[in-house]
């Protein structure tokens, strides 16, 4: 079940004010894009190289190292994630069946501030 932004906001704010150590993370496109293609051991394409970088802050540009060593750390830091925003693309539920199958799911605007 995702929680809709009322009830996913309420999730974190609460979470926030625990003692214990949380971990709220999200899954963009991007990231999403990358560790399915590193899942299924196929080659980045071309684009996906240039949004790691553009997009997403990967460095350096074009390097299949950067990109296998992000997966392994995104992926191992979305197995310990106790939150997790996402945005509804195509295919997540893949990579969250098997790298975090327990984490409870908010929409991405719930982890959004309201504006002023």
Not at 6 to 13: A, F, P, Q, V, W
Not at 56 to 79: D, M, N, Q, R, W
Request: aromatic letters at 10%.
């Amino acid at each position: 079940m995702i929680l809709d932004e009322t009830e996913g906001n309420k999730l974190i704010r609460d979470a926030l004010f625990t003692p214990e150590p949380m971990m709220i993370a999200r899954m963009g496109k991007v990231e999403l894009g990358l560790v399915l293609a590193w899942h299924g051991r196929q080659e980045w394409a071309g684009y996906q190289a240039f949004e790691a970088s553009n997009n997403a802050g990967i460095f350096p540009l074009y390097s299949k190292l950067a990109l296998t060593e992000f997966c392994e750390v995104y992926t191992h830091s979305l197995s310990l994630a106790d939150i997790l925003a996402v945005w509804l693309n195509g295919q997540e539920d893949i990579i969250i069946d098997h790298y975090r199958p327990s984490v409870a799911f908010v929409r991405r605007n719930a982890t959004q501030l309201p504006p002023h």
